[in-house]
């Protein structure tokens, strides 16, 4: 059994007077004085430590930069992540390094059926109970954590799970006829296996990332090698000083309801209705589905992707996030992937503006060809109308570089066309009455 909480790092005699300046005056206060005591951060300053934190946390591993996504993600979005995998894949190590770069009050433990739930939410206080009052001593147990790792979650009793219920929906746990709030912000979770059992079903629920991690393979093992012995010998895995703070992720969290989603709200809806579909069709289980937990809460971790890479507005590939959030094991777990890699691949996309720059690119050349005769272009109108519709839209929900360059040069094709065409309708006009006059006189009709 491990049990532990971290306290908080205290700067050591012979540490720099660099360290402190504001950022680590602020990492050593407690959780109330950082929200009072410090002045906010900008919005620019928040993000760039979000992408600090995620790429310190997976410095030191080999392969594991999706597991660091996977927990920085649960970090700003205030939920909790389950990652599935054999032993020795580096979960707990890379749970505490999280704590330690945020410096953060840190609980561990690893769950067996002989673990008592006193072991992780604190004993019951003898004193208080002889004097009438159930009352529980929560001092350096789980309820004090701002970031907890829990070991085989599956292997505890269910009162251990019945009890965190609560602490991981509502931030709050029964103490008797009390209920106390929680600073707890998220659950990092380790398991060899996941119980499908029905009554673990909603406690698996609660883990709003799941995160399936395959070992190390091929020619990385020996880059892996090379990743433990630096570790071990020349301490690389360890945290010197800490990259943000859990009120950095405060206002991190604050920044998601800013983000702009309503250009990728309606790909979004049908990611979930067609995963849905899938899951359903390629198991065993006919009545599969996706809860409405997960369903309302999703398009918060897109937009906390957003914000990870440095935007305040989703983007397609924004939604590759929920192959953390719609399966429920491993076999779903790939299939989501490759449907999330197949509507988000800008390739596609490229493709088909090409094809309609090439098509306007034809009408170009025919009304060059032919500059007096309007009626040879309604299909060029209308190809220019969807190619200009297509390009505003892929530039909207897209950031690759090369889909919003075919963007721009089938906008600018477009826009060539609409002035050729615009050029071409004044210049009928402007031959009409002449026209009109040469019909009238050869019908002998004169003024």
């Not at 906010?40 to 946390?57: G, P």
């Not at 990092?188 to 070992?215: C, G, K, M, W």
């Amino acid at each position: 059994m491990m049990l532990g909480f971290k306290p908080k790092r205290a700067r050591s005699p012979g540490e720099p007077a660099a360290l402190q300046e504001p950022l680590k005056q602020e990492l050593r206060s407690s959780p109330a004085a950082q929200q009072t005591n410090v002045a906010r951060r900008t919005d620019a300053e928040v993000l760039a430590l979000l992408k600090s934190f995620n790429e310190q946390l997976a410095a030191p591993y080999v392969d594991r930069v999706e597991e660091a996504r996977a927990i920085t993600l649960a970090l700003i979005s205030k939920e909790h992540v389950i990652m599935v995998s054999q032993p020795g894949t580096a979960k707990s190590h890379m749970a505490k390094r999280a704590g330690d770069l945020l410096n953060a009050k840190f609980f561990k433990t690893q769950l067996n059926k002989y673990t008592d739930p006193a072991q992780i939410f604190g004993p019951i206080d003898v004193k208080a109970f002889q004097e009438g009052q159930y009352t529980t001593k929560t001092k350096e147990k789980l309820p004090e954590a701002e970031i907890a790792f829990i070991d085989e979650p599956f292997r505890g009793g269910s009162a251990i799970r019945d009890t965190l219920f609560s602490i991981m929906n509502e931030r709050e746990m029964f103490d008797g006829e009390k209920t106390i709030p929680v600073p707890l912000r998220t659950i990092i979770s380790a398991t060899n296996f996941v119980s499908y059992d029905t009554e673990d079903q909603a406690f698996y629920d609660r883990f709003l990332l799941r995160h399936f991690i395959d070992p190390v393979k091929g020619n990385r093992v020996s880059n892996l090698v090379d990743a433990a012995w630096n570790m071990e010998f020349k301490g690389t895995g360890r945290v010197s000083k800490p990259i943000m703070s859990v009120a950095d992720l405060d206002q991190a969290y604050e920044l998601i309801s800013k983000v702009d989603t309503s250009g990728i709200k309606e790909q979004f809806l049908e990611v979930l209705s067609r995963a849905e579909t899938l899951i359903k069709q390629s198991g065993e289980n006919d009545e599969a589905f996706i809860t409405d937990r997960r369903k309302g809460k999703a398009l918060k971790l897109v937009a906390a992707n957003a914000l990870l890479e440095g935007r305040k507005h989703a983007t397609m590939e924004d939604l590759i996030v929920l192959k953390y959030v719609l399966p429920a094991d491993e076999r779903e777990a790939k299939l989501i992937t490759a449907l999330l890699n197949d509507v988000i691949s800008p390739t596609n996309h490229i493709n088909r503006m090409h094809s309609l720059q090439l098509n306007i690119n034809r009408s170009i050349e025919d009304m060059a060809t032919h500059p007096n005769t309007i009626s040879n272009f309604g299909d060029a109108q209308r190809a220019m109308a969807i190619a200009m519709a297509y390009a505003r839209k892929t530039s909207r929900t897209y950031s690759n570089k090369e889909l919003r360059k075919a963007a721009s040069e089938l906008t600018a094709a477009a826009k060539r066309l609409s002035d050729m065409t615009s050029k071409a309708r004044a210049l009928e006009q402007e031959q009409k009455p002449k026209t009109e006059l040469m019909v009238l006189e050869r019908n002998g009709v004169s003024n």
